[in-house]
């Protein structure tokens, strides 16, 4: 049986842009075999903790990440980019509790400062909050798969290996990804090209957006009430077909029988991937208690009226 796990998940969490429930996710992923799932919903992190008590209810391992939107070049610099792109996508995977600080506070940073269309960070902040994250390039809407489609192979090797300076070698994974896009097989080309010349590993995901493969056309809808068209409007943002559905594993090692590795490579983020979420309860202050208390009960009964 191949050994996959899915590192590119959208839930409905990724506003009018997913159509998967947590728990249908968990479940099918369980189904599978599988032992940890990632949710990697687009610009917020609003499902982790949610995401997070469902796995663990399961005996999943949770690898919680987001898929940012990232700007070319500064966060704060609010126009088109040379290919018209007001931002890229990106992939981050907390390995640990620093890591998962550290996608908060990018989030942060991109909804209060890097805010343009959508919620953006950039290199500057990737190199302050890199620690203890794993970062994938993404779909074909990534920097370097964009570089590779616009034909400046170079260009996407230099930006593949700037990232992998950022997050540290063996952190950082060219993404390959085939849901039938004709740019994809360009991009996969590329990025394994790439990976020859520099080292740098590759994985194989699907861009998950639905739970099965019927769900296609809810999934339409949802991408016209998020962008104000209806189904018969001409020129829609549209999806390309029904494949962002969540696939078994031998159906994800079918689509890439010239790649074993990048199937492989999932399980190696799956063991650096180790988050434990701390969930301390409520917090109340604590009073000093004068020793002819015994309790803080006797102490506030005692009090009460005297102020
Ligand atoms: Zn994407
Ligand atoms: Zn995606």
Redesign the pocket.
């Known amino acids: 049986m191949t050994e996959f796990v899915h590192l590119h998940n959208h839930t409905d969490y990724s506003l009018l842009d997913g159509a998967m429930k947590i728990g249908d996710m968990v479940a099918k992923a369980k189904s599978f075999g599988m032992k940890s799932i990632a949710i990697t919903d687009h610009g917020n992190m609003f499902g982790a903790l949610n995401f997070y008590e469902k796995c663990r209810e399961n005996d999943i391992k949770p690898i919680v990440g987001c898929?940012f939107y990232m700007a070319e070049d500064s966060r704060k610099i609010k126009t088109g980019t040379e290919f018209g792109n007001k931002y890229y996508?990106l992939i981050l995977l907390a390995k640990d509790n620093t890591g998962y600080r550290n996608l908060m506070k990018l989030n942060s940073t991109a909804y209060i400062d890097g805010y343009y269309y959508k919620p953006r960070i950039d290199f500057e902040v990737l190199e302050q909050y890199h620690e203890g994250l794993v970062c994938s390039s993404?779909?074909i809407?990534?920097v370097v798969p964009k570089l590779i489609i616009n034909g400046k192979l170079d260009e996407a090797a230099s930006m593949a290996m700037r990232f992998n300076d950022i997050f540290g070698k063996g952190n950082y994974f060219l993404e390959l990804q085939d849901h039938g896009i004709p740019e994809e097989k360009i991009s996969n080309q590329g990025l394994l090209e790439i990976s020859k010349r520099t080292g740098i590993p590759v994985i194989a995901t699907n861009?998950i957006h639905y739970l099965n493969r019927e769900h296609s056309t809810a999934q339409e809808l949802l991408i016209c009430i998020g962008t104000q068209k209806t189904i018969n409007s001409p020129g829609r943002l549209t999806f390309y077909n029904d494949q962002f559905y969540m696939k078994s594993p031998d159906e994800m090692a079918a689509l890439f029988p010239y790649a074993p590795e990048a199937i492989s490579n999932t399980k190696l983020i799956e063991e650096m991937c180790n988050l434990e979420i701390e969930f301390p309860g409520p917090r109340f202050p604590i009073f000093e208690i004068p020793a002819e208390f015994p309790t803080q009960g006797d102490y506030l009964r005692q009090d009460k009226g005297t102020g």
Request: glycine share 14%; charged share 30%; with cysteine.
């Open positions: 898929e996508h993404a779909c809407a990534g861009d």
